[in-house]
């Protein structure tokens, strides 16, 4: 079964270091919280907020080894009001889990976007 699992974090500024070093926090955190690995990934979407452009989040997964995993950068929708900063990704992977065992992943600033999904039960 193919699901999706969403992420995000946020960077404190336009950094090409603290994109890679956050990117990679979340996508660890989202392997280990639903016991993954690299084989179970079939794709991953990346967004970023059009405050940042100083990396690609998908250099940063490359970086931990996710070389034959088809991936894309996007930028996010500039709504008013947005978090600024943010980084999120939306993956794909094969999983026996059912829909509500998958861990969503909202890391530093971002635990506002999705409270709901933070403080569902496994």
């Known amino acids: 079964m193919v699901r999706g699992i969403r992420g995000a974090t946020t960077v404190d500024r336009n950094d090409a270091k603290e994109i890679r070093e956050a990117t990679q926090e979340l996508l660890r955190s989202i392997m280990s919280e639903n ?44 709504v008013p009001g947005a978090l600024p900063h943010c980084i999120r990704v939306l993956l794909h992977v094969n999983t ?10 909202f890391l530093r600033d971002a635990v506002i976007l999705r409270k709901d999904l933070l403080d569902a039960d496994p």
Do not use: K, Y
């Not at 889990?97 to 861990?103: K, Y």
């Open 96 to 105: 026996a889990r059912n829909q509500t065992e998958i861990r969503h992943m």
């Open 35 to 78: 016991l993954l690995c690299t084989d179970d990934l079939v794709s991953a979407i990346f967004t970023v907020t059009p405050d940042l452009n100083a990396d690609f989040p998908a250099s940063s997964a490359r970086e931990i080894g996710w070389q034959l995993v088809p991936l894309l950068c996007s930028t996010e929708i500039p």
